[in-house]
């Protein structure tokens, strides 16, 4: 059982889930952070995560005024 230990403790575990990345532009000028914003607040909104909508939900206030503005 002992020998078995390193094994299970080494290959019980893998992760099955593959993160997304999303693709950022070189300059960041050339982000568009309005939809990176909106993504974020739909992922936590899906998560049930309120301090992180609360967040994004003012940064994304804030940069849709400024891209308004312009």
């Known amino acids: 059982m002992l020998r078995l230990l390193p094994i299970i403790l080494l ?11 999303y693709k950022i532009s070189p ?3 050339d982000i568009n952070w309005v939809e990176v914003y909106r993504k974020e607040i ?3 909104v899906e ?3 309120k301090e992180a909508w609360f967040f994004f939900w ?6 849709k005024s400024k891209f308004i503005k312009k």
């Open 11 to 21: 290959f019980g575990c893998s992760c099955q889930y593959t993160p997304h990345y």
């Open 27 to 29: 300059k960041p000028s």
């Open 42 to 44: 739909i992922i936590a």
């Open 47 to 49: 998560n049930d995560d």
């Open 58 to 63: 003012r940064e994304y206030l804030l940069e």
